[in-house]
Structure formats: structure tokens, C-alpha cells
């Protein structure tokens, strides 16, 4: 079993920035993937940015250029960075992991981004 924990979302002006912090305990030897994914009002659940084992990373085309994924291997935890943020990023964010060979992923509680002037 994985367990997440979210924190970091809240409140921000058009243009801001926030920092998402996702803490994994448990099986995490066996995570092959971590990332984040957001889900607005009304909408699906999407990808925002994964990386892997590998050291590989995957952004949404959205969030390019403006989002970054980090990890803290010591910490156990995961990073998003998400500069000039827009209304539009509004959402639920979700951290995720995925155990392939197990095949199971794991979900955070989610953590509420807002942005608003």
C-alpha cells in the first residue's frame, strides 16, 4: 500500500504562484510513476505533470512552460512548482502513484487551488 498527503493549495491572484507538496509513505520502493492531476468543476479528471522511476517527466500542454514537478528523494515527496497561474488552473489537485507491476494507483485527498482576484 501507498499513502499520499497533500499540501500547499489556497488562494491565489491571477498571476501568482503556489507550491504543491505531496508525502508518500508505504510501499513507495515500488513506485514507478508520481505526479499530479486536477480536476475542475464539472469537468474530468486530468493529467497536469507525472515523472518517473527514470527520471522522466510529462507536462500537459497547458501547464508547460509554467509548471514544474520536482521530487525529494530524502523527503519521500513530490513538488509541484506552478508559476504564473491563471483562472483557467482553478481545481481539485490530486497526487498520484502508480505501482505498474501491481498494476494499482494511489490517490491523494486532493488539495483545492483557487485562482481569483
Known amino acids: 500500500q501507498v499513502q499520499l498527503v497533500e499540501s500547499g493549495g489556497g488562494l491565489v491572484q491571477p498571476g501568482g504562484s503556489l507550491r504543491l507538496s505531496c508525502a508518500a509513505s508505504?510501499?513507495?520502493?515500488?513506485?514507478?510513476?508520481m505526479g499530479w492531476y486536477r480536476q475542475a468543476p464539472g469537468k474530468q479528471r486530468e493529467l497536469v505533470a507525472t515523472f518517473t522511476s527514470g527520471g522522466s517527466t510529462n507536462y500537459a500542454d497547458s501547464v508547460k512552460g509554467r509548471f514544474t514537478i520536482s521530487r525529494d528523494n530524502a523527503k519521500n515527496t513530490a513538488h509541484l512548482q506552478m508559476n504564473s497561474l491563471k483562472p483557467e488552473d482553478t481545481a481539485v489537485y490530486y497526487c498520484n502513484a502508480v505501482r505498474i507491476g501491481y498494476g494499482r494507483w494511489y490517490w491523494g485527498q486532493g488539495t483545492q487551488v483557487t485562482v481569483s482576484s
Open positions: 508505504g510501499s513507495i520502493f515500488s513506485i514507478n510513476v
